[in-house]
Antibody, heavy 124, light 107 residues
Framework: EVQLQQSGAELVKPGASVKLSCKTS????????MSWLKQMPGQNIEWIGN????????GYNQKFKGKATLTVDKSSSTAYMDLSSLTSEDSAVYFC?????????????????WGQGASVTVSS | DVQMTQSPSYLAASPGESVSISCKAS??????LAWYQQKPGEAYKLLIY???TLQSGTPSRFSGSGSGTDFTLTIRSLEPEDFGLYYC?????????FGAGTKLELK
Protein backbone atom coordinates (compact mmCIF):
# COMPACT_ATOMS: atom_id res chain seq x y z
CA GLU A 1 0.00 0.00 0.00
CA VAL A 2 1.33 3.41 -0.97
CA GLN A 3 1.66 5.68 2.05
CA LEU A 4 2.83 9.27 2.45
CA GLN A 5 3.27 10.21 6.09
CA GLN A 6 3.80 13.90 6.73
CA SER A 7 5.37 15.51 9.75
CA GLY A 8 3.22 17.19 12.34
CA ALA A 9 1.81 20.64 12.85
CA GLU A 10 4.27 23.52 13.26
CA LEU A 11 3.97 26.80 15.10
CA VAL A 12 6.74 29.14 14.00
CA LYS A 13 7.64 32.75 14.49
CA PRO A 14 7.63 35.31 11.68
CA GLY A 15 10.94 35.41 9.87
CA ALA A 16 11.84 31.88 10.84
CA SER A 17 12.11 28.80 8.62
CA VAL A 18 10.49 25.40 8.83
CA LYS A 19 11.27 22.05 7.26
CA LEU A 20 8.41 19.68 6.47
CA SER A 21 8.90 16.02 5.75
CA CYS A 22 6.99 13.41 3.78
CA LYS A 23 8.07 9.85 4.47
CA THR A 24 6.93 7.38 1.85
CA SER A 25 6.48 3.63 1.72
CA UNK A 26 4.92 1.03 -0.51
CA UNK A 27 6.54 2.05 -3.79
CA UNK A 28 9.91 2.72 -5.46
CA UNK A 29 10.62 6.28 -4.37
CA UNK A 30 13.23 6.96 -7.06
CA UNK A 31 10.78 6.28 -9.91
CA UNK A 32 8.34 9.02 -9.05
CA UNK A 33 7.96 12.78 -8.83
CA MET A 34 6.69 14.32 -5.61
CA SER A 35 4.66 17.51 -5.64
CA TRP A 36 4.09 19.89 -2.77
CA LEU A 37 0.94 21.95 -2.49
CA LYS A 38 -0.43 24.70 -0.26
CA GLN A 39 -3.98 25.24 0.92
CA MET A 40 -4.91 28.28 2.94
CA PRO A 41 -8.30 28.30 4.70
CA GLY A 42 -11.03 29.01 2.18
CA GLN A 43 -8.53 29.38 -0.65
CA ASN A 44 -7.71 27.34 -3.73
CA ILE A 45 -5.06 24.69 -3.59
CA GLU A 46 -1.77 26.02 -4.99
CA TRP A 47 0.97 23.93 -6.52
CA ILE A 48 4.37 24.85 -5.08
CA GLY A 49 6.71 22.63 -7.04
CA ASN A 50 7.89 19.12 -7.59
CA UNK A 51 10.99 16.99 -7.25
CA UNK A 52 12.09 13.77 -8.88
CA UNK A 53 12.96 11.05 -6.40
CA UNK A 54 15.62 9.59 -8.68
CA UNK A 55 17.95 12.57 -9.04
CA UNK A 56 16.45 15.40 -7.02
CA UNK A 57 15.63 17.46 -10.10
CA UNK A 58 13.13 20.18 -9.24
CA GLY A 59 10.50 22.40 -10.82
CA TYR A 60 8.86 25.33 -9.08
CA ASN A 61 5.84 27.53 -9.42
CA GLN A 62 7.37 30.96 -10.03
CA LYS A 63 5.30 32.29 -7.15
CA PHE A 64 7.17 30.08 -4.66
CA LYS A 65 10.72 30.45 -5.93
CA GLY A 66 12.82 31.73 -3.07
CA LYS A 67 10.16 30.69 -0.56
CA ALA A 68 10.25 26.90 -0.90
CA THR A 69 13.18 24.53 -1.38
CA LEU A 70 12.51 20.89 -2.18
CA THR A 71 14.92 18.07 -1.42
CA VAL A 72 14.85 14.30 -1.12
CA ASP A 73 16.69 11.65 0.84
CA LYS A 74 16.57 8.48 -1.25
CA SER A 75 18.04 6.37 1.53
CA SER A 76 14.96 6.96 3.65
CA SER A 77 12.45 7.51 0.80
CA THR A 78 11.60 10.89 2.25
CA ALA A 79 10.86 14.20 0.60
CA TYR A 80 11.39 17.52 2.32
CA MET A 81 10.26 21.08 1.85
CA ASP A 82 11.98 24.04 3.46
CA LEU A 83 9.97 27.21 3.80
CA SER A 84 11.94 30.34 4.58
CA SER A 85 11.32 33.88 5.84
CA LEU A 86 7.89 32.93 7.03
CA THR A 87 5.05 35.44 7.26
CA SER A 88 1.38 35.16 8.07
CA GLU A 89 0.76 34.49 4.36
CA ASP A 90 2.58 31.20 4.79
CA SER A 91 0.11 29.94 7.39
CA ALA A 92 -1.59 27.07 5.62
CA VAL A 93 -1.86 23.33 5.30
CA TYR A 94 0.86 21.86 3.13
CA PHE A 95 0.51 18.58 1.28
CA CYS A 96 2.95 16.27 -0.38
CA UNK A 97 1.51 14.22 -3.23
CA UNK A 98 2.99 11.62 -5.53
CA UNK A 99 2.63 12.21 -9.23
CA UNK A 100 1.06 9.44 -11.24
CA UNK A 101 3.24 7.07 -13.24
CA UNK A 102 1.63 4.04 -14.85
CA UNK A 103 4.93 2.27 -15.46
CA UNK A 104 5.27 3.67 -18.95
CA UNK A 105 4.04 7.23 -18.93
CA UNK A 106 4.47 10.04 -16.42
CA UNK A 107 1.27 12.00 -15.93
CA UNK A 108 2.87 15.30 -14.99
CA UNK A 109 1.12 17.01 -12.07
CA UNK A 110 -1.62 14.37 -11.71
CA UNK A 111 -1.43 13.38 -8.04
CA UNK A 112 -2.43 9.78 -7.31
CA UNK A 113 -1.46 9.59 -3.65
CA TRP A 114 -1.52 12.35 -1.04
CA GLY A 115 -0.17 12.88 2.42
CA GLN A 116 -2.54 13.86 5.19
CA GLY A 117 -1.33 17.45 5.24
CA ALA A 118 0.77 19.42 7.71
CA SER A 119 -0.48 22.63 9.27
CA VAL A 120 1.94 25.53 9.54
CA THR A 121 0.96 28.49 11.69
CA VAL A 122 3.12 31.59 11.62
CA SER A 123 2.60 33.67 14.73
CA SER A 124 4.66 35.56 17.26
CA ASP B 1 -2.16 31.14 -14.89
CA VAL B 2 -5.18 29.18 -16.08
CA GLN B 3 -8.20 29.97 -13.92
CA MET B 4 -10.51 27.09 -13.05
CA THR B 5 -14.09 27.97 -12.15
CA GLN B 6 -16.08 25.28 -10.42
CA SER B 7 -19.83 25.29 -9.87
CA PRO B 8 -21.81 24.92 -7.80
CA SER B 9 -19.76 25.59 -4.71
CA TYR B 10 -22.33 23.72 -2.64
CA LEU B 11 -24.66 20.89 -3.52
CA ALA B 12 -27.12 18.98 -1.36
CA ALA B 13 -28.44 15.65 -2.58
CA SER B 14 -29.88 12.38 -1.31
CA PRO B 15 -28.51 8.86 -1.71
CA GLY B 16 -29.65 7.41 -5.01
CA GLU B 17 -29.78 10.75 -6.79
CA SER B 18 -27.44 11.81 -9.59
CA VAL B 19 -25.44 15.03 -9.48
CA SER B 20 -23.15 16.96 -11.79
CA ILE B 21 -20.33 19.37 -11.03
CA SER B 22 -19.05 21.80 -13.63
CA CYS B 23 -15.51 23.01 -14.14
CA LYS B 24 -14.62 25.71 -16.65
CA ALA B 25 -11.11 26.68 -17.69
CA SER B 26 -10.12 30.22 -18.66
CA UNK B 27 -8.46 28.85 -21.80
CA UNK B 28 -8.48 25.57 -23.66
CA UNK B 29 -6.73 22.80 -21.73
CA UNK B 30 -7.51 19.96 -24.15
CA UNK B 31 -8.40 17.05 -21.84
CA UNK B 32 -5.71 17.72 -19.24
CA LEU B 33 -8.16 17.72 -16.37
CA ALA B 34 -8.33 15.72 -13.17
CA TRP B 35 -10.95 15.38 -10.46
CA TYR B 36 -10.20 14.76 -6.79
CA GLN B 37 -12.29 13.89 -3.77
CA GLN B 38 -11.58 14.81 -0.18
CA LYS B 39 -13.47 13.46 2.80
CA PRO B 40 -13.01 14.69 6.37
CA GLY B 41 -10.06 13.06 8.03
CA GLU B 42 -8.94 11.41 4.80
CA ALA B 43 -6.32 12.17 2.19
CA TYR B 44 -7.23 13.59 -1.18
CA LYS B 45 -8.13 10.88 -3.66
CA LEU B 46 -7.64 10.98 -7.42
CA LEU B 47 -10.90 10.00 -9.11
CA ILE B 48 -10.47 10.84 -12.80
CA TYR B 49 -7.68 12.08 -15.07
CA UNK B 50 -7.42 12.95 -18.74
CA UNK B 51 -10.91 14.35 -18.44
CA UNK B 52 -12.69 11.00 -18.43
CA THR B 53 -10.33 8.18 -17.43
CA LEU B 54 -11.27 6.57 -14.15
CA GLN B 55 -8.37 6.01 -11.78
CA SER B 56 -8.03 2.45 -10.58
CA GLY B 57 -10.46 1.90 -7.73
CA THR B 58 -12.88 4.68 -8.71
CA PRO B 59 -16.42 3.27 -8.80
CA SER B 60 -18.11 3.20 -12.20
CA ARG B 61 -20.91 5.49 -10.96
CA PHE B 62 -18.38 8.32 -11.39
CA SER B 63 -17.84 9.71 -14.86
CA GLY B 64 -16.03 12.65 -16.37
CA SER B 65 -16.70 14.41 -19.63
CA GLY B 66 -15.65 17.44 -21.61
CA SER B 67 -12.67 18.89 -23.39
CA GLY B 68 -11.32 22.30 -24.21
CA THR B 69 -12.75 24.62 -21.57
CA ASP B 70 -15.86 22.87 -20.22
CA PHE B 71 -15.83 19.75 -18.07
CA THR B 72 -18.32 17.86 -15.95
CA LEU B 73 -18.06 15.34 -13.16
CA THR B 74 -21.20 13.23 -12.84
CA ILE B 75 -22.01 10.88 -10.00
CA ARG B 76 -24.89 8.53 -10.70
CA SER B 77 -26.90 6.97 -7.90
CA LEU B 78 -25.11 8.62 -4.98
CA GLU B 79 -23.82 6.40 -2.20
CA PRO B 80 -23.38 7.64 1.40
CA GLU B 81 -19.58 7.51 1.03
CA ASP B 82 -19.69 9.98 -1.91
CA PHE B 83 -20.39 13.00 0.26
CA GLY B 84 -17.43 15.31 0.63
CA LEU B 85 -15.42 17.88 -1.29
CA TYR B 86 -14.62 17.68 -4.99
CA TYR B 87 -11.95 19.62 -6.85
CA CYS B 88 -10.99 19.92 -10.47
CA UNK B 89 -7.41 20.55 -11.58
CA UNK B 90 -5.87 21.47 -14.92
CA UNK B 91 -2.44 20.15 -15.72
CA UNK B 92 -2.17 21.41 -19.29
CA UNK B 93 -0.08 24.40 -18.38
CA UNK B 94 2.40 25.05 -15.59
CA UNK B 95 1.59 25.92 -12.90
CA UNK B 96 -1.20 23.42 -12.63
CA UNK B 97 -4.21 25.04 -10.98
CA PHE B 98 -7.27 23.93 -9.06
CA GLY B 99 -10.88 24.92 -8.85
CA ALA B 100 -12.24 26.28 -5.56
CA GLY B 101 -14.08 23.07 -4.79
CA THR B 102 -17.64 21.79 -4.52
CA LYS B 103 -19.03 20.60 -1.22
CA LEU B 104 -21.46 17.74 -1.71
CA GLU B 105 -23.64 17.29 1.34
CA LEU B 106 -26.34 14.91 2.37
CA LYS B 107 -29.81 16.43 2.01
Amino acid sequence: EVQLQQSGAELVKPGASVKLSCKTSGYTFSNYYMSWLKQMPGQNIEWIGNIYGGNGGTGYNQKFKGKATLTVDKSSSTAYMDLSSLTSEDSAVYFCAREYYDGTYYYDYVMDAWGQGASVTVSS
Amino acid sequence: DVQMTQSPSYLAASPGESVSISCKASKSISNYLAWYQQKPGEAYKLLIYSGSTLQSGTPSRFSGSGSGTDFTLTIRSLEPEDFGLYYCQQYYEKPNTFGAGTKLELK
